[in-house]
């Protein structure tokens, strides 16, 4: 039987764009009611708007740095006055991404750090805050956004592969640390996704980001996100310890069929 997320409070960092955005779309579908984070507050009540219109009941924004703790405090502390003692039922852990693609011997430290902060430290600091919102033994869902790359390395993502090793670490140490309290915990790790993903690793060159997906037909946001639905849907006893989707056209790191153009 499917457990019903009508009404139950969700949470989403990163939800400017890309999977986020993704996700406030398809769990107000669902008639959740949501809190939205991440720094571009413009993005972000665009992201609102769009959830009520696709059901959603209530659609809040509030400024998120996951990068800073003053920032995922203050953020956490906004969600606690407006739940008002009600309980927070999913947290989607999926702010992060990866900058730069160069060989750890002409990477910048300032790349490093920024991975480092939003995908490792940004994770352990929302679920630390959001945890003591979530209900035992209720169907409460924490979904952390993974990739492929916490599975594989490549070339020039030396610090993107160790930070999404992190996040799948962290998930299974979780894992441990939560048995028994009900509160289930996933990692969705994505294949080639055309998002925003490219341009920020590239810098906003959308050319060289565009060419990441030529010829191949990579996945799309909504992919991951009716995923994140049907995971945190699943009956309470049930638990979706990692799951990994590719597109077809990838059948591992750097191994992708690309079609090639026909002559007009």
Not at 21 to 43: Q, T, V
Request: proline share 4%; hydrophobic share 45%; glycine share 10%.
């Amino acid at each position: 039987m499917k457990f019903s997320l009508k009404n139950k409070w969700v949470l989403i960092t990163g939800a400017s764009s890309g999977f986020g955005a993704a996700a406030a779309k398809a769990f107000g579908a669902c008639g959740c009611r949501l809190f939205l984070g991440a720094r571009r507050l413009g993005h972000l009540e665009r992201v609102s708007r769009t959830a009520l219109k696709c059901g959603s009941p209530q659609a809040m924004f509030h400024p998120l740095d996951v990068s800073s703790t003053a920032s995922v405090e203050t953020f956490l502390a906004w969600v606690s006055k407006n739940l008002k003692g009600r309980p927070l039922h999913v947290l989607v852990n999926n702010a992060g991404g990866a900058v730069g693609l160069d060989p750890v011997a002409k990477a910048l430290d300032s790349d490093w750090e920024t991975m480092m902060q939003t995908n490792v430290l940004g994770l352990l600091r929302m679920t630390r805050a959001a945890l003591p919102l979530m209900p035992k033994d209720a169907g409460a869902t924490i979904l952390n956004v993974g990739s492929v790359a916490g599975h594989t390395a490549y070339a020039g993502g030396a610090a993107y592969c160790a930070a999404k090793a992190g996040e799948r670490q962290i998930t299974r140490a979780l894992r441990h640390e939560l048995l028994g309290s009900g509160i289930r915990i996933s990692s969705i790790d994505p294949g080639l996704a055309e998002t925003e993903f490219s341009i920020v690793r590239f810098k906003g060159d959308r050319q060289r980001a565009a060419e990441v997906y030529e010829g191949m037909n990579p996945l799309l946001a909504v992919d991951i996100a009716e995923i994140m639905v049907w995971v945190a849907s699943r009956p309470p006893h049930v638990n979706i310890d990692e799951m990994l989707v590719k597109p077809v056209d990838q059948a591992e790191m750097g191994k992708v069929f690309r079609r090639t153009r026909t002559a007009s």
